[in-house]
């Protein structure tokens, strides 16, 4: 018996799930920290980047107790829902909103904006809708198809930071940055990126919701590439965690998306491949209904007893 197999089944499978369940606290206290405005935006969007880390946490400790489930599996998408679709959404909302230099108070550009972050969070619904639907066989297993939400709303997360950290307006007893500004003390955000921000959401809406392949992050057979890969993927926890240098953290996935956005359109191999049909080409032999609707003829039922008979005509 390996030491794996030693451990009680119950807690075996408990560990994936906790870490789960963890990161949706992540996700609940940046809404909360962003509906405090500009003063809350940068912990709400360092959670951000904490339920990240922790998404990697909980399938690599799933695959190495030996207890994934699908319970695991539905758990981790309402997560990532929750952190990269709902949490990056509100967090842009709140601040754009929030701050007097820009036009998203009131008005037209006020409603654009929410136009904008619905959009978004309804396209992260719906990659992580037909990520389920579709089961392991039908998809390549190295392949994603529109970038994953863990990756766009961390990208989100880690630019807004980065912005932020270089804004004269942002609060500096808001967060601890970590340590001085490594592009520089004269470098300052200009206005003008944050009133296109909601563009930027709407991309990374398109982006998550397009048939677009992107190869998963892996090892290769290039030890020298893995190493590479391996010291930014430590960078990037290691800051994460401690809440310093954004700028350190950014790099690795905006070049990752760069590179495979170019990929993905110059590639005739990587235009030539297409996802899975969405819907069913033929309408199955038997209705599909959820649970649920047993509570349905239960009440029906109910109603049809409660119901006088009828006296019969003459």
């Known amino acids: 018996m390996s030491a794996v197999e030693r451990i009680p089944r119950f807690l075996r499978y408990l560990a994936p799930n906790l870490i789960t369940l ?7 206290v940046s809404l909360w920290s962003a509906s405090h405005g500009p003063a809350g935006a940068p912990l709400a969007a360092w959670l951000i980047i904490y339920a990240v880390l922790t998404d990697r946490l909980d399938g690599l400790t799933a695959r190495a107790l030996r207890a994934t489930s699908e319970l695991g599996m539905q758990l981790d998408s309402f997560a990532d829902f929750l952190n990269f679709g709902i949490a990056p959404a509100y967090l842009t909302l709140s601040y754009l909103s929030s701050r007097p230099d820009l036009p998203y108070q009131d008005g037209t550009a006020h409603t654009l904006l929410f136009i904008a972050c619905g959009a978004y969070m309804l396209c992260a619904v719906f990659r992580l809708a037909r990520y389920n639907v579709l ?15 863990t990756l766009t709303g961390g990208l989100i997360a880690i630019w807004m930071l980065v912005l932020l950290k270089y804004d004269p307006t942002t609060p500096r007893d808001a967060i601890g940055f970590g340590g001085a500004k490594l592009f520089g ?4 955000t200009p206005l003008v990126v944050w009133k296109f921000m909601p563009i930027a959401l709407v991309v990374g809406g398109y982006l998550m919701a397009s048939r677009l392949p992107m190869p998963k ?11 590479i890969l391996l010291l930014l993927l430590a960078t990037g926890y290691i800051c994460g965690f401690a809440m310093h240098y954004p700028e350190l953290c950014f790099w690795m996935p905006t070049v990752w998306s760069l590179m495979f956005l170019i990929w993905g359109q110059a590639s005739s191999k990587a235009r030539a491949m297409y996802p899975p049909p969405l819907f069913p080409k033929k309408d199955p032999e038997k209705p599909l209904e959820r649970p649920q609707e047993d509570l349905a003829d239960i009440v029906l039922d109910e109603a049809r007893q409660s119901q006088p008979a009828l006296e019969p005509k003459p």
Do not use: A, C, R, Y
């Open 185 to 188: 003390e004269s470098l300052h």
């Open 22 to 28: 963890s990161s949706m606290i992540f996700g609940l």
């Open 135 to 149: 089961s392991d066989d039908q998809i390549p297993t190295k392949i994603f198809f529109g970038f994953p939400t």
């Open 217 to 227: 992050v892996g090892m290769t057979k290039n030890k020298l590439v893995s190493v």
